[in-house]
């Protein structure tokens, strides 16, 4: 079980918190980008020739 002795040595992830904090903000970004284009494709399209 991992133990921290406070909440800056949790932040900082033994010295990795630049990978393991950037993995966690590519994930929440590439998952809001995959929301948005589902809710745009699923989206009626209004075609303006009609």
Do not use: C, H, R
Not at 1 to 15: A, C, E
Not at 20 to 33: A, C, E, H, K, N
Request: aromatic share 18%; proline share 4%.
């Amino acid at each position: 079980m991992f133990y921290w002795s406070n909440f800056s040595d949790f932040l900082n992830m033994g010295g990795y918190a630049l990978y393991v904090w950037g993995s966690y903000l590519v994930t929440v970004l590439v998952l809001m980008i995959e929301v948005k284009a589902k809710k745009q494709k699923s989206s009626p399209q209004k075609n303006p020739n009609l």
